[in-house]
């Protein structure tokens, strides 16, 4: 296609001549020095549409997301989220990641985090559910991983939360195991670091320093696994330097993997 621009004298007036092949690929304007109609593709309109339509959906899915959480924490300092998704899998109410990055949240339940990193992978959603109720209603379970930041206050907090005290109601030889919420150390160092604290068992009332250490990897090259010693607190503060066989893998964290 051909075409000629000129600015003509008449009151400024921009005309744009086109010559148009016999294919139809664009349709001629009937030119005029006073308005100029300009005709597209249609498969660039139908490529301008779907690029809105997706834009405009990953917007609603996001702040959806963000609502849903925000609605759901006590507090925070941030709430945001990230999808992906293309136009032809939007028809099927499919999106091809969600990634969710939190600051400083607080649940009802007092269970706190420094920070949250949350990777999800393909999502099977009900699009129209989503469209006209802004509510995700997922088809399918995806996979995903979550990469948790604690402080030592949240590490307390974890330990204290009514989820982990129902596991710890058996951690040692079937008897409950109670953590002090306020003894968490975290301490860093080459090796991936160390968690220090405090609990009582009540089989026998007596006082624990626990330990927790990374693991090495498995044969199979699996993640490591969480290590737990504990060392028995004698009076006046002073610890055993032997570790007592009841807590070989004594607390409910012991097979889970190190983060």
């Known amino acids: 296609m051909h075409s000629s621009s000129q600015l003509s004298p008449q009151r400024g007036a921009y005309t744009r001549r086109c010559n148009v092949p ?10 005029s020095r006073r308005s100029v109609r300009l005709c597209r593709p249609a498969a660039a309109l139908r490529t301008d549409v779907s690029s809105a339509t997706k834009d405009v959906t990953a917007d609603i899915m996001r702040a959806v997301m963000v609502l849903s959480l925000k609605n759901r924490l006590k ?16 028809l099927d109410g499919r999106f091809n990641a969600l990634s969710i990055d939190g600051r400083h949240w607080v649940t009802p339940l007092k269970m706190t985090a420094h920070r949250l990193e949350v990777e999800i992978g393909t999502m099977q959603v009900d699009y129209g559910r989503l469209l006209t109720e802004r509510k995700v209603s997922m088809k399918n379970i995806p996979a995903g991983s979550v990469r948790i930041h604690l402080s030592s206050k949240d590490m307390g907090n974890f330990l204290a939360h009514p989820m982990f005290q129902r596991a710890a109601e058996t951690a040692v030889q079937g008897q409950p195991f109670h953590f002090d919420r306020d003894s968490v150390q975290i301490a860093h160092d080459s090796h991936g670091g160390q968690v220090h604290f405090t609990g ?16 090495q990897a498995g044969l199979c090259g699996g993640r490591p696994q969480l290590q ?20 070989p893998r004594a607390l ?5 993997p190190w983060p």
Do not use: F
């Open 200 to 215: 009582t068992w009540a089989a026998n009332g007596q006082r624990y320093r626990v330990l927790m250490l990374p693991g």
């Open 22 to 31: 016999a294919n139809g690929a664009a349709v001629a304007s009937k030119s």
């Open 75 to 90: 507090q925070y300092q941030s709430v945001e989220a990230d999808v992906s998704c293309d136009a032809r899998g939007l």
């Open 252 to 256: 409910p964290t012991s097979s889970v």
């Open 228 to 247: 737990v010693g504990a060392q028995h607190i004698c009076e006046g503060g002073n610890m055993t330097c032997k570790v007592p066989r009841l807590l």
